[in-house]
């Protein structure tokens, strides 16, 4: 399958919002491309002029990768709490990134030392749990954060978690992406 399909299906999600015309042919696609029928796993990330707009997504893949496009698409445009829902005017220049997850594997580390010895940058997403909280990088965001120490004080941060939250041993799951823009 093509990264245009998915690009495509992405778009026509949050532009059907503004424009009730919009129409998703989900037999056709599902027809054309069934793969989009398997599970799976993405993130959807909305860019204007170089800042970030919106991203939601999915970590495990629990329903078929077309829904879950649609839906991450939609809950990045109108839902992200941090942001106003999207407006059509932006919509005209926003960038859409679409990540497509792997299953994330469990890192088993002794400490913090060894833990940075088993996490690639700008390879691997990482996902921080404790307590029933946890928090979630993708790999692209090495990109702003591009030291071990950088990234994972943000990722505890951004979970709510002290800072140096990894001295309290936290489950680490890494994850890989197919990115398409």
Request: hydrophobic share 40%; glycine share 4%; proline share 5%.
């Amino acid at each position: 399958m093509e990264n245009q399909v998915l690009l495509d299906i992405t778009k026509k999600s949050i532009e059907k919002k503004f424009d009730s015309n919009i129409k998703i042919d989900k037999t056709k696609l599902l027809t054309d491309f069934p793969e989009l029928k398997e599970n799976g796993a993405t993130f959807v990330t909305l860019t204007l002029d170089g800042q970030l707009r919106g991203c939601i997504g999915s970590l495990q893949a629990y329903r078929p990768l077309l829904d879950d496009l649609i839906s991450n698409a939609l809950a990045a445009a109108f839902e992200d709490p941090r942001f106003y829902e999207l407006t059509p005017l932006e919509f005209k220049k926003v960038k859409i990134e679409i990540s497509i997850l792997s299953t994330p594997v469990e890192v088993i580390y002794t400490n913090i030392k060894d833990l940075k010895s088993k996490i690639k940058p700008n390879i691997h997403g990482v996902i921080l749990q404790k307590d029933g909280r946890r928090s979630t990088f993708l790999p692209q965001v090495w990109e702003q954060l591009p030291t071990f120490e950088e990234f994972f004080s943000h990722l505890c941060y951004k979970g709510s978690f002290e800072i140096n939250c990894l001295e309290f041993h936290p489950q680490i799951f890494t994850y890989e992406v197919k990115k398409i823009k």
